[in-house]
């Protein structure tokens, strides 16, 4: 079993990511750790509690985090997500709440009591994981493997040049890029693949009692974005963790721009590593067949519980 650790934004494709993550056997759910992003921390917490208890995840510790990017303007996604994050759909109110203490020390501790064996997955801005780096940068050599879901190498969902996890918190994603470890970076160049097409909603309509939360979610998160039908861009980090052979990945450098007028929260990625060293491993395809497959087994399971 792979330990993981999601710090998350929760955010419609984040509640899938972390219904795959629970469903999934190869998967120890050691923590999730929550960001403001896609909506306020208040409300993304609030999420992963009531998300917690949905899954039936036991007593995984969820631990709440930074509220707002390192600098600029705090930017959001509820166009995408809805008011509350979740497309609208209200879950039970979760009976147990947070845990004490704070998300970037949580990181740090859960780190430094595995060395080598937590994979950390952020599926959010990566405010968290920045300041985990700048407080302990020791979490660069403990870590097992860091994957991200975030920017692109060809375009950008938030502004033409960035995707929305950089763009909300682009400081940060540079120190985390330049943090000395290899980032793998599970970007909009693939993550726009994994579409919940009519076939896949129908298949989630099979569900058991997830049907009643990842249908309404899917077809909310379809009707306002554009690219044949929803991309669930956070599942494909955590099915990543969970089956490596999933996705193709280059070694390149990936830089951040993080003052561009137009271009701010870009990842510049350089493929011509031969004089730099590749700080990121770049998704650059993905096996959607394959990926559709192990997620829905695993959305399976959580609603059989
Ligand atoms: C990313 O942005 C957020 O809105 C989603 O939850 C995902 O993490 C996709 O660009
Ligand atoms: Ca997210």
């Keep these: 079993m792979k330990k993981l ?38 409300l993304t917490t609030a999420n ?12 995984v510790p969820v631990t709440p985090g930074c509220a707002g990017a390192l600098m600029g303007e705090r930017v959001r996604a509820e166009s995408v997500h809805g008011a509350t994050g979740l497309g609208g759909v209200e879950l039970p109110a979760p ?17 430094r009591a595995n060395p080598g064996e937590i994979t950390l997955a952020a599926v959010g801005p990566l405010t968290n994981i920045a300041m985990a780096v700048r407080r302990e940068p020791r979490i660069v050599e403990w870590v097992r493997d860091f994957v991200i879901m ?24 540079s120190i985390v890029f ?4 290899t980032v793998t970076m599970v970007g909009l160049d693939v993550t726009l693949t994994a579409v919940v097409t009519e076939a896949i909603l129908d298949r989630m309509r099979t569900l058991g009692r997830l049907a009643d939360l990842v249908v309404p979610i899917s077809q ?3 009707i306002v974005t554009a690219e044949g039908g929803p991309a669930i861009h956070d599942a494909v980090a955590v099915a990543h963790v969970i089956d490596p052979t999933l996705l193709t990945c280059v ?8 003052m561009g007028t137009y271009t701010a929260g870009m990842t510049v990625t350089d493929f011509r590593i031969d004089e730099r060293t590749a700080n990121a491993s770049v998704a650059t395809g993905l096996d959607v067949d394959r990926f559709w497959k192990l997620t829905l087994e695993a959305f399976e399971r959580v609603g059989e519980r």
């Design 5 to 42: 650790l999601i710090d998350c934004d929760p955010g419609i494709d984040d509640a899938l990511a972390l219904a795959l993550a629970g469903g999934s056997p190869e998967i120890d759910l050691v923590g999730i750790t929550t960001v403001g992003g896609n909506v306020s921390l208040e």
């Design 48 to 59: 992963a509690l009531a998300l917690r208890e949905f899954y039936r995840l036991g007593d």
């Design 95 to 111: 009976v147990k709440g947070v845990s004490d203490g704070h998300a970037v020390d949580f990181i740090i501790e859960t780190l």
């Design 150 to 173: 975030g920017g692109s190498y060809t375009r950008g969902n938030h502004t033409p040049a960035a995707e929305f996890n950089i763009r909300a918190d682009p400081e940060a994603a």
């Design 178 to 181: 330049r943090a000395g470890w």
């Design 220 to 222: 909310f998160y379809g």
């Design 251 to 258: 070694p390149a450098v990936v830089d951040v721009e993080t």
